[in-house]
């Protein structure tokens, strides 16, 4: 059997996107491995080519018992993870999360295969400026259980010296198709596009900042097509090591990210300033943008889709999906 691509978490937004730029190369050695539960993120691996399905519970004892169970692996993407920002039950978010990513780490470096793993941005916490991951691990305070179950791992490969061989993927706010078995964790580009189909208009929340004005709040937001091949850029430069920031590198506000969904659908630009919820105004982040200076220095060159692009290029897509008209012709394939 040929070396193949192990992919967890490969029926999720990322993962299956991420598979199908891999099937784009003529790759489809793949093994996919998930948690399709209930969900219906099986819908993304439809389109697919993969030599094998395996639920991620039966995955990994089978992996470490057996070098041989699932072919020889030359690089696995472990992308499988809880993603939820609001998930309370921290001992799942530990075995889910760190436990799982430990052990396959662990069998992966043993057995010598490339091991690119998705951390995240959300490891940053509360910090605006400056995300560099030069930061130790220990200084870091993320704001939620999700992103502190990435912490671990990260500050656990960090003191075993495993930097020096594996890739962590600290991926920003990624938006595009195949998020939308995501529930409330899908981007607001999704959740915009069926608003204003159903009432003309998208609620935003207001500034509690003078500095910023309503809706001016900022994010680092990427197209995940962007997202993927950086991924795969990393994946494959033997040199890249460590963590990278999976960015745009620019900030932009949430009206930016908005408008091009009214101006693609044709509708006169609406938006409506709500309340924010006292649960979070004194955790929310007015302001992040990712440093992408260690992922150009690993030989990264590829520009990045301009924000009113992808969202353009994304509506479409969802338009097209449910036969609502758009206006602005898509400019990526």
């Avoid at 992919?7 to 996919?32: C, E, K, M």
């Avoid at 078995?181 to 999704?190: A, E, T, W």
């Avoid at 889709?305 to 206006?327: E, F, K, M, Q």
Wanted: with cysteine; proline share 4%; charged share 25%.
């Amino acid at each position: 059997m040929s070396e193949r691509t192990i992919v967890t978490g490969g029926a999720g937004f990322i993962g299956s996107n991420l598979v199908h730029a891999l099937n784009a190369r003529g790759i489809d050695d793949i093994l996919i491995v998930d948690r399709l539960g209930r969900s219906t993120k099986w819908s993304n691996l439809v389109p697919l080519r993969f030599a094998d399905y395996v639920e991620a519970d039966d995955f990994l004892s089978a992996y470490e018992a057996d070098p041989g169970a699932f072919g020889r692996a030359r690089r696995i993407f472990h992308l499988g993870a809880c993603s939820a920002t609001t998930e309370a039950d921290a001992t799942y978010l530990v075995h889910n999360n760190y436990e799982y990513s430990k052990r396959l780490a662990r069998v992966a470096l043993e057995r010598g295969a490339r091991f690119v793993y998705a951390s995240s941005a959300a490891t940053y916490g509360a910090r605006e400026h400056g995300l560099s991951e030069a930061i130790p691990t220990h200084e870091l305070r993320p704001l939620n259980m999700y992103g502190y179950s990435k912490t671990l791992f990260d500050a656990y490969a960090e003191r075993n010296g495993w930097f020096d061989r594996i890739v962590g993927l600290k991926f920003f706010n990624i938006f595009g198709p195949g998020e939308a078995h995501k529930g409330d964790m899908r981007s607001l580009v999704h959740k915009a596009f069926g608003e204003i189909r159903s009432t003309g208009r998208v609620r935003l929340f207001k500034s509690y900042k003078p500095e910023f004005v309503d809706g001016g709040q900022k994010r680092d937001f990427l197209y995940v097509a962007d997202a993927v091949a950086m991924a795969l850029h990393l994946s494959e430069t033997e040199t890249a090591c460590g963590l990278y920031n999976i960015g745009s590198g620019q900030a932009h506000t949430w009206v930016e990210l908005v408008t091009p969904i009214f101006e693609t659908l044709g509708v006169p630009v609406a938006i409506e300033y709500v309340d924010m919820p006292d649960s979070i105004r004194d955790k929310y982040q007015y302001f992040t943008q990712a440093e992408l200076d260690r992922l150009r220095a690993s030989g990264y060159a590829q520009p990045i889709t301009p924000l009113a692009d992808a969202v353009a290029a994304y509506v479409r897509i969802l338009a097209d999906a449910s036969g609502v008209p758009s206006r602005t012709p898509a400019r990526l394939s």
